[in-house]
């Protein structure tokens, strides 16, 4: 059995593990913030090699692995799941639904190793505000480059965030378009384009018992 500390200490990793896979994030924590453009596909995505400040590398795969109406919009499951940690693979899939030009997370379902998968509650993505659907819509148009990266040569459209960062975006590249990322002191690049993604997490989700992360129930 898992000691609570040592749960809840899993947990904030695989948070701060999710919020790396946008490297602009700068350790918030939570469901990450990709500056790109949402065109998901179900089945479709890509896997990425993130290099942090430390120099250390982590393979992650961003697929969407299914559909499901949202009070009458569609939801697209992201999901990415995490090699080269310390604790084998992780894996975390959020529900997301495009309002307008902002998408917004409303579910999220975690399953680290060793363990069923788990969803997180209401309260955990509470402080996740909504993010900008397109790069196009508030980044720095620095125009068409082409760029090279493990998953071959693209004629992608590089900008420069308003927060920090550039990136170099394909529109056939779901689900955010990403090829490149470069940061003040991390990177993200492409390795591989996939077309047959499947849901990674196995079993029955069950409520995440707040004790278990040192809370009270509300």
């Known amino acids: 059995m898992i000691q609570f500390g040592k749960w809840a200490a899993m947990v904030a990793f695989a948070f701060v593990a999710a919020a790396a896979t946008n490297a602009q994030v700068g350790m918030r924590g939570g469901p990450p ?3 790109g453009v949402w065109n998901p596909v179900v089945g479709h995505g890509g896997v990425y090699e993130m290099t942090g400040s430390d120099g250390k590398k982590t393979t ?3 697929a969407i692995v299914g559909k499901e109406s949202v009070e009458g919009k569609d ?3 992201m999901e990415m799941s995490f090699e080269n940690t310390d604790r084998g693979e992780m894996v975390i899939k959020h529900l997301i639904v495009l309002d307008g ?3 917004h997370v409303v579910k999220a379902v ?8 788990m969803e997180m509650p209401m309260q955990m993505l509470q402080r996740v ?3 900008s659907s397109d790069v196009r819509n508030e980044g720095q148009d620095l125009g068409s480059e082409s760029v090279t990266v493990p998953a071959g040569t693209f004629v992608a459209e590089h900008y420069r965030a308003k927060d920090g960062g550039d990136v170099w975006a394909v529109k056939d590249v ?4 990403l090829v490149k990322f470069q940061g003040k002191d ?5 390795i591989k384009i996939i077309t047959d993604a499947k849901d990674k997490i196995t079993g029955t989700p069950q409520p995440m018992n707040p004790m278990m992360m040192g809370q009270r129930p509300q």
């Open 75 to 77: 939801g697209f499951w």
């Open 110 to 117: 975690m399953q680290m190793p060793g363990m069923g998968p």
């Open 129 to 131: 505000s909504s993010q």
């Open 174 to 177: 779901p689900p955010w378009g």
């Open 186 to 190: 991390s990177s993200m690049v492409l």
């Open 33 to 35: 913030q990709f500056h």
């Open 60 to 62: 992650m795969q961003i």
């Open 101 to 103: 030009q902002q998408t």
